[in-house]
């Protein structure tokens, strides 16, 4: 199947751990972002890479760090977790001269106790 | 700033009623809008542009420049158009960063 893939779907984890997920497309595209949506469902981009290279880098602390070893990876860092990042990350990804489309993986629910 | 606002936080209507789903955007350049929908527990999804000017699922959206609105329409709701629907603007950097409104849930009731 053709399409954006995340793991882990859950992520149940205490205050203060460092965590990891990822996500994977497919797709051929060049261009992969993370987003956060949190509980009242907004849905806030964080941070975005074309072909590895960092272009969009939102007001996001710096506990959180992404990571992409190649054009279709794109992972999510985040050190020292609190409770204000329980939250859903979706990863998403286009083609930077594609039109705009964004194809969104399933989502990662992060609760942090 | 690029804002997208969607006032209704949840519209309830029954099936066979027309729908509208309100989205009002502040960019000053030339904007390019979109519809995405989550469906229960599934992934977001591309509903419509405006640049295309399509239908899909029933849906349709215009964009009016005068009053800064891309209003979601269909003339008979379904139940499976229960949803998530979120609009979103996509700003002219040219690295299509997209900024989301706050969504609207739609509940159609048989």
């Known amino acids: 199947d053709t399409a954006v893939s995340q793991t882990p779907k859950y992520l149940v984890t205490q205050m203060g751990n460092d965590k990891s997920i990822k996500c994977e497309q497919n797709l051929g595209h060049d261009t992969m972002y993370w987003y956060k949506q949190d509980s009242k469902k907004f849905l806030k981009i964080m941070f975005s890479y074309n072909n590895k290279e960092l272009i969009i880098n939102e007001t996001v602390p710096n506990r959180f760090s992404p990571k992409s070893p190649d054009k279709a990876h794109l992972n999510l860092h985040i050190n020292s977790l609190e409770l204000g990042d329980s939250a859903v990350y979706f990863c998403?990804?286009?083609?930077?001269?594609?039109?705009?489309?964004?194809?969104f993986g399933p989502g990662t629910r992060l609760t942090v106790l | 700033a690029q804002r997208v606002t969607q006032p209704e936080k949840l519209l309830s209507v029954f099936k066979g009623a027309p729908v509208e789903l309100k989205c009002n955007y502040s960019?000053?350049?030339?904007?390019?809008l979109f519809w995405y929908v989550q469906y229960s527990r599934q992934r977001l999804q591309l509903l419509l542009r405006?640049?295309s000017r399509e239908s899909i699922k029933g849906f349709t959206a215009d964009l009016n420049k005068g009053e800064t609105s891309f209003h979601l329409k269909k003339p008979f709701a379904q139940e499976e158009d229960s949803a998530m629907y979120y609009c979103?603007?996509?700003?002219?950097?040219?690295?299509?960063?997209?900024?989301f409104g706050t969504g609207t849930r739609l509940l159609v009731s048989p």
């Open positions: 405006h640049i």
């Open positions: 979103a603007l996509k700003d002219g950097t040219g690295f299509q960063k997209l900024v």
């Open positions: 998403a990804s286009s083609q930077l001269a594609g039109g705009g489309t964004q194809y």
């Open positions: 960019y000053s350049g030339s904007p390019e």
